[in-house]
C-alpha cells in the first residue's frame, strides 16, 4: 500500500481572530441589508425622541444620498463622539430592561452599522443648547471634515432635532450594491416603510420626497386619526369599506393585551393582500398571524382578490421577546395562536354583521373579470361533459350547430344593439335651452335633436415633448377595454355626485366611473389640441387674483408653512402673469395685462365645464404643476386642465354633507349635467378615448352577465 509521508498531509487551517472592522462590516450587513431598513431604523430613533415631524429626502433610491430630520429631543453634545460606537443606547442599561421596553431601539447598533457602509454625518441640536452640532462618522469614530481638522463636533446653525445624512451607502461592499441597482424599486420600498408608520403614527407629520424635487411623494398632518391616515395613504375609495374592531382580554382585572383592527369588508377588493402588523408599536412581520387572517377571508372575496387589514396589538412587555432577529422585524410572544384566534373570530363576526346591508356592491362579487369570446369558446371546449354527464337539449344544439353551419342565437345571448331604444335617463324628460332645439321635441325625449360633433382633429406639432405624451397614449392603449367603450350602449346614469353609470357591451353589463373616464378624455383630447385650442370667452372677464384668492380662502393652510394666505395667493398669481404669454400661445389660456381672465382653452365643442370649479383650478396651476420641466409642465397642465373640466361638483368626496333642498336652478342645472354626460361625454368617449389599463383597477367594474343572469334564474 503505498501512502504519502505523514509529514506532506495538510493540517488544519489555523484559527484567527477576525480584524475588528471585519467584523463591525460583517454585523453591519446583518442589520442594513437595504436603504429601507436604515430608514426604519432612523425612523425608530425619531420617534423614541419624541419628533412630531420627519421629513425624509432621498436621492437615487437612498443609495446617494437618505437623509431624515427631525424636531425631536436632540442628542446631547457630550454624547456625541460615542454616538455610533456599537452598543452605546439610552434605552436600557441592564439586562432587565428587557423585559419592560417601551422603546423602539435598545441594542445601540445601528447607527454603527451605519456608519461602517456609508459616509455618515449628524446635526443636532437640543431644546436647552445654544447652538446645534455637527459630526462626521466613520468605522464607528469621529473623523474631521477635512484633512488636517479636528474630528470633535463643530457648532453650527440649526433648528431643535437631528438631522442625519447618509451618503453613498454600501459603497465598500460593492456585490450589495451591485445586488441594488434598480434605484426605482428602492425609493418604492422607501415609501412604503414610511406609509405604515405613518398610519400608526398619525400624531406625527411625514414627508418624502426626492432630492430636487419640489413636491413631496408622501405627505401626512399632524393631529390627525388612523382611519384618516389610511385615506390619505390608500387612497379615498378604501374608507367607505373600512371596518373598525378593538379586541382586549382581562386577566384578574388587568388587561393582558389589547388591539385595535382596521379591515376592509367584502366590497373591497386589491390585487394583492395589504397586512400591516404593529406588536407593542414595532413594525413586525408575522407569517402566521397573516395566514390566519387570509383564512377569514377565504371563501368571501372572489378568487384574486385581497383584504387591506392594520393591526396593532399591545402586551405586556413581560410577555415579549423582541432580541429575536437583527433588524427587529419579528419578535415572539406568549400565547400568540389564543390571541390570533380571538381577534380573527372577531374579525369575522363583524364582516358577517356588515354584510347582511350589501346591496349594489354585492353584485360585484358575482362576476368575474372582462372575458373575450374566444376565453369563453375554449372554456366550453374544456368543460366538455364526460360519460358520467349529461347533455340537455339545448347544450346538444349548440353543438350540432357548431359543426353543421350558424348556431342559433338563444335568448340569453340577445343584445340590445339600438342606440334608439329606451335608456334609464329617457325616463326623466331634459331641457336644456343651450344645447336642445326647442318646441314640441322637448317634451319627447326621443325626438330631441342632438348637436352635430365636428371631428377633433390632432394639431400638428413638432415638439418632441409633445410627441412622446402622444406616443405614450397609443402605448398605453389597453385594446379590449377601448373596444368596449367603442361599442358600448348607454343604459343610464347611477349617481351623478359619485359619478357613476352604467353602459352595456354585447351580453355584459358594467358600472363605470363616468368622472374618471371623463378626465382621461379631456387629458388626451387636450394632448390632441395642443397649440391649436378654440377659445372660450369670459365676458365679463374676472380677476385673476380675485378667483385664487376664492379658492385659497377655502382652504386649510398647513401649519409647516410659513406663509399666510396674501403670500400664497401673491406666488400663484405671479407664476401665472409672468407665464402668461406661453400659456396663451400653446392652451388659449389667456391673462391681460392687467390680471383679468378674458378666456379658457375649449376642450370639447358643445360642452361647457362647471365654472364654479374654475378658482380650485386657477389655484392649483400654481403648485401643482411642473413648471421647470417642459414634457412635466405640459403634462401636468393638461391633467390639472382636465380635471377642471371633469363633471360634477367641486367635491365630490361621499363624506361631505351636502344641502338637503335643492332650488329650481340646482334642479335645472343636474338636469343639464346629465344631459351632457350622455349626449356629449360618452359619444365623445366612444370616438376618442385610448382606454389605459389603469382604468381597470376600480373604474369599469362588470357587474352583470346575461348568460349568468339565466343560470340563476334556471335554479329558481
Known sequence: MNTEPESELPGPAPIRRLQESLINRIAAGEIIHRPASALKELLENSLDAGATTIRVTVKDGGLKLLQIQDNGSGIRQSDLPILAERFTTSKLSTFSDLTKLTTYGFRGEALASISHVAHLSVVTKTRTSTCAYKALYSDGKLVPAQRGQSEEPKPCAGNDGTTITIENLFFNTPTRLSALRNTSEEYARILDVLTKYAIHNPKVSFMCKKAGSSSPDLSTPSASTTRHAIKMLYGPSIEKDLLQIAVNEDMKGEVSWSSEVYFTNVNYQAKKTIFLLFINSRLVESTRIKRAIENV??????????????????????????????????????????????????????IAEKSHSRVFEYQTLLTGGIESSSQRNDKKRKEAPTETQTINDEEREEVSASLSGPKKVYSHHKVRTS???????????????????????????????????????????????VTTLRNRILKGKHKLLTEILEKHTFVGIVDVDRCLSLIQYSTKLYLVNHGALAEELFYQLGLRHFGDFSRLKLEPPPSLRELVKIAVDAEEISEETSLSKPDIVDRIVKILHSRRSMLSEYFSLTI?????????????????????????????????????????????????????????????????????????????????????????????????LAAPKSLLDVDVVQVASLPDLYKVFERC
Open 297 to 350: 377571508y377565504t371563501g368571501i372575496l372572489p378568487k384574486g382578490a385581497s383584504p387591506f387589514v392594520y393591526l396593532s396589538l399591545k402586551i405586556d412587555p413581560r410577555s415579549v421577546d423582541v432580541n429575536v432577529h437583527p433588524t427587529k422585524k419579528e419578535v415572539h410572544f406568549l400565547n400568540e395562536e389564543e390571541i390570533t384566534t380571538q381577534i380573527c373570530d372577531t374579525l369575522q363576526a363583524k
Open 419 to 465: 342606440l334608439q331604444d329606451r335608456t334609464l335617463d329617457s325616463m326623466f324628460p331634459v331641457v336644456n335651452p343651450s344645447q336642445i332645439g326647442k318646441g314640441p321635441a322637448e317634451s319627447n325625449p326621443q325626438s330631441q335633436s342632438l348637436p352635430r360633433s365636428r371631428e377633433v382633429k390632432e394639431s400638428e406639432c413638432f415638439l418632441t415633448s
Open 592 to 688: 391681460s395685462e392687467d390680471g383679468l381672465v378674458q378666456s379658457l382653452p375649449l376642450i370639447l365643442r358643445d360642452y361647457t365645464p362647471n365654472l364654479d370649479k374654475l378658482p380650485l383650478f386657477l389655484m392649483r396651476l400654481g403648485p401643482q404643476v411642473n413648471w421647470t420641466s417642459e414634457t412635466e409642465c405640459f403634462e401636468s397642465f393638461l391633467r390639472e386642465l382636465a380635471y377642471f373640466y371633469v363633471p360634477g361638483p367641486i367635491s365630490s368626496d361621499p363624506s361631505i354633507p351636502t344641502a338637503v333642498s335643492e332650488t329650481d336652478e340646482d334642479i335645472a342645472g343636474s338636469k343639464a349635467e346629465r344631459w351632457q354626460i350622455q349626449h356629449i361625454l360618452f359619444p365623445a368617449m366612444r370616438r376618442y
